[in-house]
Nanobody, 123 residues
């Protein structure tokens, strides 16, 4: 059973920094794309950043230049370093990963999501 576990959320003042981590565990053959999404109250979940297995990255315009996504394949972990945080960055942050694994005897690539971690930017 594959699962993603996030950590690193919390309360930070405007202009501050946080680093979120998301570790995958279980029966993993390989991990393709990994990413971070966020959802603020009353809003739809939105893309924050993604990273491919070849380390190509993509960012939402709202976080470019402030957030950096990275991954450690040996640890099956994706990170996001968030700098110059703004109140509008407050949300529940979710990681996801496209993981090659066996489900019900079928080898395939499946998308998994973490449970979410709260980030609050407030003075």
């Amino acid at each position: 059973q594959v699962q993603l576990v996030e950590s690193g959320g919390g309360l930070v003042q405007p202009g501050g920094s946080l680093r979120l981590s998301c570790a995958a565990s279980g029966s993993i053959f390989s991990i393709n794309d990994m990413g971070w999404y966020r959802q603020a109250p009353g809003k739809q979940r939105e893309l924050v950043a993604t990273i491919t297995s070849g380390d190509s990255t993509n960012y939402a315009d709202s976080v470019k230049g402030r957030f950096t996504i990275s991954r450690d394949n040996a640890k099956s972990t994706v990170y996001i370093q968030m700098n110059s945080l703004k109140p509008e960055d407050s949300a529940v942050y979710y990681c996801n990963a496209d993981i090659r694994t066996m489900v019900a005897g079928v080898l395939g690539t499946y998308r998994y999501w973490g449970q979410g971690t709260q980030v609050t930017v407030s003075s």
